[in-house]
């Protein structure tokens, strides 16, 4: 369990064993609902920061960007799966697809390469201050 501490005032438990803990510029797999493929995204508002108005976004749901097309979205957090290790998995799925519900077939390739840029970016940003 950890409080999450929200910039305007209040907190809140989450039990982190059952969330995937996000921070801000991880990219991830996110899915909006079951039609919905597994898609690269980035993450642009850690779980636990103010939201604002979003009067639906709880403290369990990520803002992220989609890859490929950059559309924003909030998930819940468990609608997010980790980049590196689910890498081969999804995206050979977005591959074989013939049909994508929700997004463009031409964006899968420009997806998973940026996608994979900006993992290895935020990566080696994470090696240099861990050192």
Known sequence: MARVQYDKGGTQWINLDE????ELCDVVWAKMG???PWWPAQVMWEIGV???HEAHASG????VEFLGEHTVAWVHTK?????????????KLLSNNKKLFGFSRNLVQPA?????????EHVA???????
Do not use: C, W
């Open 19 to 22: 969330l995937n803990v996000l």
């Open 34 to 36: 079951r039609r919905y």
């Open 50 to 52: 103010d939201r604002g």
């Open 60 to 63: 369990h749901d990520t803002m």
């Open 79 to 91: 609608s997010t799966s980790n980049f590196e290790e689910h890498y081969t998995e999804y995206s």
């Open 112 to 120: 998973l390469e940026e996608g994979m840029t900006l993992h290895k």
């Open 125 to 131: 940003r994470q090696a240099k201050v861990a050192v």
